[in-house]
Nanobody, 120 residues
Framework: QVQLVESGGGLVQAGGSLRLSCVASGSIGRIYNMAWYRQAPGKQRDLVATISSGGNTSYGDSVKGRFAISSDNAKNTVYLQMNSLIPEDTAIYSC??????????????WGQGTQVTVAS
């Protein structure tokens, strides 16, 4: 079992910044990739950003140039720096990780999510 715990959400004014963190723990053999997704009320879950174990990153079109994903592989932690926030960024942000456990079985784990609210 691999568990993910997010932190760093909250309420911020438009134009402000927030930094989300997600820590993976449990029977981790190797993490292949980590990602952030978000889901606004009444909308589908969208990909925000991904990062591979090698550091390759990709972003959803709506956050390019404003958000930055990074990771600390030694700490099994992924971060999402969110700048120039707009009300449309309001959503529950969830962390995802994929890899293999110490028993060499594949895992795909999700965190519980953290609320981000951007006030206009």
């Amino acid at each position: 079992q691999v568990q993910l715990v997010e932190s760093g959400g909250g309420l911020v004014q438009a134009g402000g910044s927030l930094r989300l963190s997600c820590v993976a723990s449990g029977s981790i053999g190797r993490i292949y990739n980590m990602a952030w997704y978000r889901q606004a009320p009444g909308k589908q879950r969208d990909l925000v950003a991904t990062i591979s174990s090698g550091g390759n990153t990709s972003y959803g079109d709506s956050v390019k140039g404003r958000f930055a994903i990074s990771s600390d592989n030694a700490k099994n932690t992924v971060y999402l720096q969110m700048n120039s926030l707009i009300p449309e960024d309001t959503a529950i942000y969830s962390c995802y990780s994929g890899g293999i456990t110490r028993r060499l079985t594949q895992f795909n784990s999700w965190g519980q999510g953290t609320q981000v609210t951007v006030a206009s």
